[in-house]
């Protein structure tokens, strides 16, 4: 069974820094690619920014410019990087992570990150 360990969510004021983590407990030779989604209260959840196996980055229009995805060099830890907090990106924050052969999709628990205007 495959465990994503979240951690770094808080309370922040506008304009302020967080940084998230994820951990995953497989080996970073199955992992196809890792990212972060939010979801917000009654919005669907969507994606923030992933990161493939070959460190191409995907983002957000929302965040671009304010957000930065890293992983560690072991390969099975993410980094969210979130500058410039704003009220909206107030939401509870969700690791993914596809793994596997035949690819399957993990989830973390989530973390909530509230951003006080």
């Known amino acids: 069974q495959v465990h994503l360990t979240e951690s770094g969510g808080g309370v922040v004021q506008a304009g302020g820094s967080l940084r998230l983590s994820c951990a995953a407990s497989v080996s970073a030779q199955i992992i196809r690619g890792m990212g972060w989604y939010r979801q917000a209260p009654g919005k669907q959840r969507e994606l923030v920014a992933s990161i493939d196996t070959g460190g191409s980055t995907d983002y957000s229009d929302s965040v671009k410019g304010r957000f930065t995805i890293s992983r560690d060099n072991a390969g099975n830890t993410v980094y969210l990087e979130m500058n410039s907090l704003k009220p909206e990106d107030t939401a509870v924050y969700y690791c993914?992570?596809?793994?596997?052969?035949?690819?399957?999709?993990?989830w973390g628990t989530g973390t909530q990150v509230t951003v006080s205007s």
């Open positions: 993914h992570l596809r793994w596997g052969y035949d690819p399957m999709d993990s």
